[in-house]
C-alpha cells in the first residue's frame, strides 16, 4: 500500500470517528440495551406490528430502535416487550406497542415536520416520534412522570424532544402550528386549541369518548384550506382518561 493511500485511509477514519452519533444512534448504545432486548424489540415489531398491518418503514424502523424497556418501570421490564399496556404509577400507562405504532402510522409523520404530543407518561411515544420528525413538544399535567420523562428522554441522548409540565387541553401555542398532533389520554371532546394549532394539511391523532368506558380512536384531519375532517380509526379502546388542570 503506497503512502498516499495511507494517508488517505487515515483521514476517512478520523473522520468518521468524530461525526455526531444520531438520535438512534444514542438509544442503541444507551447502558441496559442488550442484544436480548434487542432481539425482543424485532420480535415485537414482527408479531404485534406488521401482522396486525401497519407498514410505514420509518414507524417499524423507530418502534425496532426505540429500547421500550428503559420507559418501564424497573420491575415491569420483563414484559416491556408484550403485546399490552403498562402501568407507570400515577394511574397512567404505557400503551401497548401496537397502538403505539397504528397512531404513528396515522400521522404519517415527516423527517421535516414539527410534532406535538399531549400525554407525555413515561416518554416513549415522544422518543418513537422523535426517531422520525425534526423536533418533538410534548406536554404532561403530573409533574413527577414529567420530570421523569424529561430525564429519561435526555439520558437517551434525544435533543429534539422537549418537554412541558402543563395542561395539556391548551396546546403549546408559542412553538404552533404543529404538522401532527398526538394525543395519548382520552378526552370526551376534542379540545379546540389543538385544533387551532394543528397546522394546515396536518393531522391530528386522539382517542374520544367517556373515561373508563369503551372510547374511538379518531383521526383529525385539516385541509390546505382549514376545513376540518373526522374520522375513526379504530373503535373500541381504553385510554386512561384526560387530565385537566385543578380549578
Not at 406497542?97 to 415522544?126: F, N
Request: charged content about 25%.
Amino acid at each position: 500500500m503506497n503512502m498516499t493511500r495511507k494517508v488517505l485511509l487515515l483521514l476517512i477514519f478520523t473522520f468518521l470517528l468524530y461525526l455526531p452519533l444520531s438520535d438512534s444512534a444514542y438509544c442503541l448504545s444507551m447502558p441496559g440495551d442488550t442484544e436480548h432486548y434487542r432481539e425482543l424489540r424485532h420480535k415485537m415489531v414482527e408479531t404485534q406490528i406488521v401482522a396486525k398491518g401497519v407498514k410505514d418503514e420509518l414507524v417499524l424502523k423507530a418502534m425496532r430502535d426505540v429500547p421500550r424497556h428503559l420507559f418501564v418501570p424497573e420491575r415491569s421490564r420483563g414484559s416491556a416487550y408484550r403485546d399490552h399496556p403498562l402501568a407507570i404509577g400515577y394511574g397512567q400507562t404505557i400503551s401497548q406497542p401496537y397502538i403505539v405504532a397504528l397512531m404513528t402510522e396515522w400521522l404519517k409523520p415527516k423527517k421535516d415536520d414539527i410534532a406535538l404530543e399531549v400525554g407525555t407518561g413515561s416518554g416513549y411515544q415522544a422518543a418513537v416520534l422523535g426517531q422520525i420528525v425534526q423536533s418533538v413538544y410534548t406536554i404532561e399535567i403530573i409533574s413527577p412522570l414529567g420530570n421523569a420523562a424529561e430525564k429519561r428522554i435526555k439520558e437517551i441522548g434525544y435533543k429534539n424532544i422537549l418537554v412541558k409540565i402543563a395542561d395539556g387541553y391548551f396546546g403549546w401555542e408559542e412553538h404552533a402550528p404543529f404538522d401532527c398532533v398526538i394525543v395519548t389520554a382520552a378526552s370526551d371532546h376534542v379540545p379546540p386549541p389543538l385544533i387551532k394549532q394543528l397546522k394546515n394539511g396536518g393531522r391530528m391523532v386522539i382517542p374520544v369518548g367517556h373515561p373508563f368506558r369503551v372510547q374511538n380512536l379518531m383521526l383529525i384531519e385539516k385541509s390546505k384550506k382549514g376545513e376540518i375532517q373526522v374520522k375513526s380509526i379504530l373503535p373500541g379502546v381504553i385510554f386512561v382518561p384526560f387530565v385537566r388542570e385543578r380549578k
